[in-house]
């Protein structure tokens, strides 16, 4: 079965940090192109970063780019979401996804493209003082 667990969420201060995991079972994961995707309560869900499945090209959506890092260790059959300078609009449930292809597209316009094939079940970041 084909599963990504996220971890690493939590309850955090505005401009704290959190750094978030997402690790691949019952595939490999090096073939994939892996995005990172929030949910706010009562809005869209929007993607905030990619990683292409070498990990040489990265894209992040505008709200994000300068605090937030994404990063991948195949080995580990890992992606990491550093994320810096927290701030409240922030808060969201954040998901990983395995792309089908091994490039990533229209993350850095707000569009992601691509068909993604295995989702994980999410991890709840909040940030609040």
């Known amino acids: 079965q084909l599963q990504l667990v996220e971890s690493g969420g939590g309850l955090v201060q505005p401009g704290g940090s959190l750094r978030l995991s997402c690790v691949a079972s019952?595939?490999?994961?090096?073939?994939?192109?892996i995005g990172w995707f929030r949910q706010a309560p009562g809005k869209e869900r929007e993607g905030v970063s990619c990683?292409?499945?070498?990990?040489?090209?990265?894209q992040y959506a505008n709200s994000v780019k300068g605090r937030f890092t994404i990063s991948r260790d195949n080995a580990k059959k890992t992606v990491y979401l550093q994320m810096n300078s927290l701030q409240p609009e922030d808060t969201a449930v954040y998901y990983c996804?395995?792309?089908?292809?091994?490039?990533?597209?229209?993350?850095?316009?707000?569009?992601?493209?691509?068909?993604?094939?295995?989702w994980g079940q999410g991890t709840l970041v909040t940030v609040s003082s």
């Open positions: 990683i292409s499945s070498g990990g040489g090209i990265t």
């Open positions: 996804a395995a792309h089908v292809s091994s490039y990533c597209s229209g993350y850095e316009e707000g569009i992601p493209h691509g068909y993604l094939e295995v």
């Open positions: 019952g595939f490999s994961l090096d073939l994939n192109a």
